[in-house]
């Protein structure tokens, strides 16, 4: 799976990179002085890196957590997000992710404790107040629990502070650490969902709709909160009925109860990025359609966003209460 | 040398997938004979080789990384080697613990003078064992575990990496003395049996690599109508570009359908402009 690791100098020692390291015992090793220096090279291919990414092994020094972008989060008064890993092992054709970075290759930090204490001292400073923590900004959270055991390391620091929300969100279904676990009641386990026919087609190598439908029956027997994240939503032909459809499934399937929170988010990309992508995709059929550019972000445009967003909520009123019900729009 | 006399490189009807850029005759002499290229104009200021049919350029740029450099500049510059080209530099290099006539590709490439460093090429892991390549300005015995000493590397990827994009630049070292074989042993003819015996797996590496390249020109390439209402109506250059741009998303809605469609009432350029951006507004697209 990995056929190359490179390891920064400073943590070649360190216990997580030998613990990584002992899940790919044929990969090459090769050290470097900083991650940025292979992250970061100008006129990398992101398209053809993405065939086979390396694995980086780093050290992050400072912003362990960051302030969550306008627009982005669920009802708490602050919302917060850190990213122990960038990039992500799926390849979906909507993701940001292919426009943010040069490079498609992985890098995990290892040095989790100061993330947790960072995390610590951003709860402790921000005394009262609801508070949620987003893992999963730059990665799929869970994506690489069997190798990183990020979520299993994070849990108790949450155990900690029951009022304080962390959301893992993700499209894995290989959570056999949260399967058999107990629940954790403030630590949320989001999906990101669309119509299977759509994610067929969108979401390369990630797990189907159905499989992480199934997974999310279990969690959810389990004990664990559930979120469910329509984001972005997909126009097609037959949105609404591939909508429906799949509303239809989740509310058979996974009890009302269970659900945390249901957030949706539009389509939209600041337009370097859109410009950038679509150079990388240029036969994508989900950037041909057409799209528009309104303040520095490219969308769908206003009417068909809310036309989508109206849908969503009408058809889920009879599933949650509408509170529970976020629209999630990164704002400039 | 007589630079101003020099003749250019035919290349005419001749677009390159793959460059080769070789430090040594000797190492160049298996590759010119397996892919049978034929010696281009015998003024140039490095050696330059040729198959028009299978796409493939060589240069033989000398030792060092700065012919290595100038050598790879000159023969992008004499070929208009596209941004989808392959470029990869062949050679022999020194290890300490490297098995003699092992072939590496080189992943990270390190020049300790200049405190480059550089991780070129999409890696080949199940062909070809990969490895750090450190780059010297002069031949040395004292070599360091795990690392392959060579003289051209660095120089080569820095500026290859100008060309094509990084993953489309290899650099592929075939190891020639370690702490068991000195480096003075090193002839014509073992150079020429080294690379010549690893030709085979050079040629699995090809065929993945040509595959990249066919993938990277499919991205860039303009499509041809494109060159057909260029010669049709005045475009201005960023005219120019917004056709390239909408007439690809045109061409991925409507496969089966015919620039000729959208040009035979336009009088301007601004109008196939128009009709493309018509064509597009049709958001009720089928994914399924």
Known sequence: MIDTIFIEKGVVNHSRTQSIKSKFKNSTIIEVDRYQEIFNKRSQNFRIQKQNPALILAEKHDNFVLPAPSGFGLASTRNFYFSHMYNCIYDCRYCFLQGMYSSANYVIFVNFEDFFDEIEQSIQANGAQDLTFFSGYDCDSLAFENITGFAESILPLFKSYPKVDL???????????????????????????????????????????????????????????????????????????????????????VPREAIHSISHGPLRYPKKMYQDITKLYPEELLFSLPMSENNGYVDYGVDVENEMAEFLIKNLKNYVEEAKIFQCVVQA | MMVNNRSKVDVSNFEPTVCWVVALKSEAKPIISHFKLVHQSANSIFPIYRNHKLGHLLIVS??????????????????????????????????????????????????????????????????????????????????????????????????????????????????????????????????????????????????????????????????????????????????????????????????????????????TAADVIRNIDDALTDMKFDWT
């Open chain 2, 62 to 267: 000398g030792v060092g990384q700065i012919n290595a450099a100038a050598a790879t500049a000159y023969l992008a510059s004499e070929s208009g080697a596209p941004p989808w080209a392959a470029w990869i530099n062949l050679g022999i290099a020194g290890s300490l613990d490297g098995d003699i006539g092992k072939l590496y590709q080189g992943v990270k490439v390190t020049n300790p003078t200049k405190e480059k460093v550089f991780f070129p090429g999409y890696r080949f892991s199940k062909i070809v064992s990969l490895v750090e390549i450190q780059t010297l300005d002069y031949p040395n015995s004292v070599k360091n575990n795990g690392v392959l000493h060579d003289m051209e590397a660095s120089g080569f990827v820095d500026f290859a990496t100008r060309f094509s994009c990084n993953e489309l630049v290899f650099s592929f070292k075939i190891v020639s003395d370690n702490s068991e074989q000195d480096m003075k042993l090193i002839d014509k003819m073992m150079v020429n049996s080294l690379i010549g015996d690893r030709l085979q797996q050079l040629e699995a590496l090809l065929d993945e690599i040509i595959t990249l390249s066919k993938l990277e020109k499919q991205r860039l390439q303009v499509p041809d109508e494109v060159e057909e209402v260029f010669k049709q109506f005045h475009f201005s250059v960023t005219r120019r570009n917004q056709l390239i741009h909408k007439l690809r998303k045109w061409k991925v809605q409507f496969p089966n359908r015919s620039i000729s469609d959208l040009v035979k009432e336009a009088k």
């Open chain 1, 167 to 253: 959301e893992f969100r993700t499209k894995s279904v290989q959570l056999e650490s949260l399967k058999s676990g107990f629940p954790t009641a403030n630590c949320i386990v989001a999906f990101s969902m669309m119509p299977e026919e759509l994610a067929k087609r969108l979401d390369k190598k990630a797990p189907s709709i159905k499989r992480r439908i199934n997974a999310i029956e279990k969690l959810a027997a389990r004990g664990w909160p559930i979120g469910l994240r329509f984001d972005p939503l997909i126009y097609s032909k037959d949105w609404k009925q591939l909508y429906k459809g799949l509303l239809m499934e989740i509310m058979h399937r």
